[in-house]
């Protein structure tokens, strides 16, 4: 790596840090929200998607800067690709400096996998959840609309000279 690159290198590790951080915090949160489902309380519910929403946030500016300190990198170490890759920039930088790389990315991919994970279970936990409210809802909603046994269905009818006999007088 050349001497003039050094400082964004060490910038894009810190920023690298800083998103493993904000990573297993979310995937802490996750883990929490499967919990939080099972014992239905909204309240705590609530709390945790405002906690998930954060760190998403979070997440987002943090993923915007490493885009600019890795073409910033780029650009310094010459290569010509302008946005590579971070397993791309470890293998250009090589040494001891492209492994720090190369084991913060697996890090980042093994926590990305777990959250995507735990959040597939949580939605699958929603979705079977809303199933069963949606369920209960028919249920309730045909208990209460009325029969048709007790509706009142006869009519009068004035067809045929007999309308509101109810015996007719036939010799």
Same mark, same amino acid.
């Given at each position: 790596?050349?001497? @003039? ?9 810190? &920023?690298?840090?800083?998103m493993? $951080?904000?990573?297993?915090? #979310? ?7 499967? +919990?939080?489902?099972?014992?239905? /309380?909204?309240?705590?519910?609530n709390? &945790? /998607? ?5 760190? #998403? ?5 943090? +993923?915007?800067q ?9 650009? @310094? @170490? ?6 590579p890759?971070?397993l791309?920039?470890?293998v ?6 492209g492994?720090?790389?190369? &084991? ?17 279970? &949580?939605?699958?936990?929603?979705n079977?959840?809303?199933? /069963? ?10 208990? #209460? ?9 006869g $009519? ?11 015996v007719?007088?036939?010799?």
């Amino acid at each position: 790596m050349k001497p @003039e690159s050094q400082k964004t290198f060490n910038e894009l590790v810190e &920023n690298l840090d800083q998103m493993i $951080k904000v990573y297993r915090q #979310l995937l802490n949160i996750v883990r929490k929200e499967r +919990e939080i489902l099972v014992s239905a /309380n909204l309240d705590d519910l609530n709390d &945790n /998607n405002k906690a998930k929403e954060s760190m #998403l946030i979070q997440a987002k500016a943090i +993923e915007d800067q490493r885009l600019l300190l890795t073409e910033k990198l780029a650009a @310094e @170490e010459g290569m010509a690709d302008a946005q590579p890759k971070l397993l791309e920039m470890a293998v250009h930088i090589g040494g001891p400096d492209g492994d720090k790389l190369r &084991n913060m990315h697996a890090v980042l991919d093994l926590l990305m996998r777990r959250i995507k994970e735990f959040n597939g279970y &949580n939605e699958s936990l929603v979705n079977s959840a809303l199933q /069963n409210i949606t369920g209960a809802m028919k249920a309730i909603k045909e208990t #209460l609309q009325e029969k048709p046994t007790y509706q009142k269905q006869g $009519k009068i009818s004035s067809a045929g000279g007999q309308a509101g006999h109810l015996v007719s007088r036939e010799a």
